[in-house]
């Protein structure tokens, strides 16, 4: 028989990339799922992964230490004492939620000889428990934010609140799409598997695909920002 161990990930893949333009990259939530399925998306040609808690992630990196190196995404809260663990193994951070955390990236990211590029996470409707900058504290300290060399600020990153229509997401993403262009900055990470195509339509970079391409998570109690998983 032709069984095809890949074929579930590789249609989910297949199909989400059929439905990204040019400007805009998946980045695959790998989160809650082992090394081995990583290993599957890279067979497939997917080479960047978004993971939330340190640990979890440098396991499944020392275990795909064989591969190409990959373009590793950290999504999660980032916490004042993880930041140099995480600069070593991460390329990107999404999640800079202050001035003062985006300026320790900054002085630790100079340490550690590192450009890691950064993501301002942006609020735009109220969501208790997460975090992230009101569009106006944004702008205020924008000046402070655009210059954090060596760290490369390159675009704003946000989370939809639960429960909205796909008209009411739209428009959350357009406001961050619209912020981001005027603080000139490129990015726009935004869109998960519940609402990416709003996001991709509203001008998304990354979409930030978790459940909707692996499947549903293996059970942690990984309650990010304050949002229980989906499944
Ligand atoms: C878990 C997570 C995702 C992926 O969520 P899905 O709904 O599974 O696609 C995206 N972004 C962030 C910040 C996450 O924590």
Not at 72 to 97: E, M
Request: glycine share 10%; aromatic share 6%.
């Amino acid at each position: 028989m032709n069984s095809d161990p890949y074929a579930p990930l590789a249609a989910r893949l297949q199909q989400i990339r059929a439905q990204l333009p040019p400007g805009t990259a998946l980045l695959a939530v790998s989160k809650g799922h082992d090394a081995g399925l990583i290993r599957q998306a890279v067979a497939l040609g997917q080479r960047s992964f978004g993971e939330s808690r340190l640990q979890e992630a440098q396991a499944k990196q020392a275990l795909l230490a064989d591969l190409e190196p990959l373009d590793w995404h950290f999504i999660g809260r980032l916490q004042a004492n993880k930041v140099r663990p995480v600069l070593r193994s991460f390329g990107t951070v999404h999640a800079i939620d202050s001035l003062a955390l985006a300026q320790r990236v900054a002085r630790i990211a100079a340490e550690e000889n590192r450009a890691p590029q950064l993501f301002f996470q942006v609020k735009f409707l109220p969501d208790a428990g997460k975090g992230g900058f009101s569009p106006e504290e944004l702008q205020q300290l924008w000046t402070q934010l655009r210059d954090l060399a060596p760290a490369r600020p390159v675009g704003l990153m946000t989370i939809t609140p639960l429960g909205l229509s796909p008209q009411q997401s739209r428009a959350v993403f357009e406001s961050c799409r619209a912020l981001a262009d005027a603080c000139g900055l490129p990015g726009c990470s935004m869109g998960m598997s519940g609402d990416w195509q709003q996001a991709v339509a509203a001008g998304s970079t990354w979409v930030r695909i978790g459940s909707g391409l692996f499947g549903s998570r293996v059970p942690s109690n990984d309650l990010h920002q304050g949002r229980p998983l989906a499944e």
